[in-house]
């Protein structure tokens, strides 16, 4: 197994273990918020070149747009990185002279640039604050000092790039000072947040833009590592897949820039395998969880209802989601579960000391996700009629 940076290691492992049981979960409520701490100021950025003169006012870099007319996806990352930096961006530059120019900047500044991917719950999911709230957590114990945020779902975000919400990937800075002997005095480590739903996957323009910018500042890097945090739900998988073989499959063909490596963790897809890690590992990406995958969990809680509490199995039904990649994971894998347990049981009735015993089959029993929508729908249709007879 190729080497892995220890600090995405650390950090990786900090975040997915923070929100492993949360994004499982429905909202807890929140308890009195705790006293934020005040920020320390950030180091002295890298001074112009002698001689350097001043952007004009009629090139000033701006992210301002419309629904009509939006700003590129890249120009609030790029934007939010040059503030931090102290370094004035021409509107006149090109993507690349931004990026390249920004990557010079960081060295100068003796910053060593990280990069990490997080899939989030996208809005209005009620977990998106929940999965932030893991991702500064994760970096505060990794002793990183939470800096600077972009988000594209807020209402400042959604009226600077208009149409651009849904292709402009979220930034968050986080920086550290290194101990004696790394390449560089501090780290920057640039977090790219991409939102994904269980059905329709990650939002994949926002993802590549994110990889796009990841490889165009790879001169201020001394690791091509790239961590993904996700995906948070099984569903993801093959959305991120399909991105990742995408991606990758145009940086072959143009070879422009470095390759980038990736090192996937998560926290809370907890489907087979056969469903995360191979189709993943198709595209060169490894893949680490802090949670159980459920075929050992459904083994384990059967066996215990069964031998701990005397529970009958053929009384046992099974909820699951009809229409989403997890529920029919979970629907294929009991079936084939049965057609194995019955053909064993024909060829070999006897079963040996060491062999888990086989559970019963279950009731299994779909039901289309979101049918709760339809009495909340009901409800506040009747409040509606209730309140016009009135």
């Not at 492993?20 to 920020?39: D, I, M, N, S």
């Not at 064993?344 to 039901?367: C, G």
Request: glycine residues 8%; contains cysteine; aromatic residues 6%.
């Amino acid at each position: 197994m190729r080497n892995i940076p220890l600090w995405l290691v650390l950090v990786l492992g900090l975040v997915v273990g923070v929100p492993a049981g949360r994004l499982a979960l429905p909202a807890p409520e929140k308890p009195a918020p705790a006293a934020k701490p005040v920020p320390t100021p950030t180091p002295a950025p890298a001074p112009l070149a002698a001689g350097a003169p001043s952007s004009p006012a009629s090139d000033v870099f701006t992210c301002k747009g419309t629904v009509a007319a939006p700003p590129p996806p890249w120009c609030e990352p790029v934007r939010l990185l040059g503030d931090f930096l102290g370094r004035p961006l021409r509107a006149t530059a090109t993507r690349g002279e931004l990026t390249a120019d920004l990557a010079q900047a960081a060295g100068a500044a003796d910053y060593d640039l990280r990069f990490l991917v997080a899939l989030v719950p996208a809005p209005p999911d009620p977990r998106l604050d929940e999965a932030l709230e893991a991702v500064q957590r994760g970096f505060a114990q990794s002793d990183y000092l939470a800096d600077r945020v972009w988000l594209p779902w807020t209402s400042e975000g959604a009226n600077r790039v208009g149409g651009a919400v849904q292709t402009a990937p979220g930034l968050f800075l986080f920086r550290r000072r290194e101990k004696d002997g790394a390449p560089r005095r501090y780290s920057l480590a640039l977090v790219f947040l991409v939102g994904e739903t269980p059905k329709a996957g990650i939002q994949k323009a926002a993802f590549r833009e994110a990889l796009d910018l990841a490889a165009d500042l790879q001169g201020g890097a001394s690791d091509p590592t790239v961590g993904l945090l996700g995906p948070s739900f099984s569903g993801s998988v093959e959305s991120l897949r399909l991105s990742l073989r995408s991606w990758k499959q145009w940086e072959g063909e143009q070879q422009h820039r470095p390759s980038l490596q990736f090192l996937a963790a998560t926290g809370s897809a907890t489907a087979s395998g056969k469903e995360v890690e191979e189709p993943l590992a198709t595209v060169g990406v490894t893949l680490c969880r802090a949670v159980l995958p459920d075929e050992t969990l459904h083994e384990l809680t059967l066996g215990y209802l069964r031998d701990e509490l005397g529970w009958d199995e053929h009384q046992i039904a099974l909820l699951v989601e009809a229409d989403t990649a997890y529920g029919r994971s979970l629907l294929e894998t009991e079936e084939v579960e049965k057609q194995e347990a019955e053909k064993k049981q024909k060829v070999s009735p006897r079963r040996e000391p060491y062999e888990p015993s086989p559970h019963a089959p279950l009731v299994m029993v779909p039901f289309p996700s979101h049918i709760s929508e339809l009495r909340t729908a009901a409800e506040t249709e009747k409040a509606a009629q209730a309140r016009a007879a009135t």
